[in-house]
């Protein structure tokens, strides 16, 4: 091995010396671009928008049909899902509507008129803007066998074909009737079958996540079940009963936030379902417009 000399041995001193300070300091850089890669993927979500089901001030839209929606944006919300237009021809709708600075992305619609009115229901749900029609429950006749949830099943299809070729999205709201095991399903559930006998693409699930609570299912079960097929959801909360259980004994209907149902869990997996539209509802309000108040302040202040 040859000798090396006094210079040659501080020359490559020297160049190992900044190697590895320069090293050092890409390592640290790496370190701190990770870290905050991961501060941001941590960061908490917020909802950027939020709607409400009309269903909430049905008797304030019986008599004041645009003052009522008037009053809804008031308070923050941006999105409505209507139940019925109380008498009012979808042009009309849509410009209350563009007055009072709300979209419509959503509404409800019978079985029946799924069944018996669906061209000339799409061609009004065009002319308001709504970019779903969901059908909220089938004939009770038909909760209890699997016959009856498999006719459905087939009249859901054929919709959602038809609304798809008209660019617009079918879907189904549940209540808590389509948990309950029906008589000949040896333990299925009507939703279960609901959800396996429809196309994905052409029937979409608006979940109600206060009902399929109350009926003693969770809904992340469905959500890891059947990711991105639910792309609205009901919010509205619900209290424990004497029981201490989510049931309908003695529970009822509480404003969101101050009821039992844990929103953090259920909507950090809102990119697993594939909520797009989170809609407000209360059934039983007290005091509609102020119910709706308390609701969107919760919602707008949650992060998750």
Known sequence: MPRMNRRTFIGSATAATLLASRSTLLSGATAATAAGAGAAAEAPHKLDRIGVQLYTVRDMMKTDFEGTLAKVAAVGYSEVEFAGYFDHQPK?????????????????????VVQNKWPETLEAAHVVGHNFVVCPSIDEADRKKTAGYKKAAEVFNRAGEASKKAGIQFGYHNHSWEFVPLEDGGGKFGYDILLSETDPKLVKMEMDL??????????????????????????????????????EKDGHMADVGSGAIDWKRLFAESKKAGIEHYFVENDEPTSPIEDLRKSYTYLRDLRF
């Open 92 to 112: 009309d709708v849509r410009a209350a509507l563009d007055r009072v600075h709300l979209t419509a992305p959503s509404e409800h619609v019978s079985y029946e």
């Open 210 to 247: 206060c009902w399929i609570t109350v009926a003693g299912q969770h809904p992340l079960t469905y959500f890891n079940r059947y990711p991105g097929r639910f792309p609205l959801v009901h919010v509205k909360d619900w209290t424990k009963g004497s029981d201490g259980k989510m049931g």
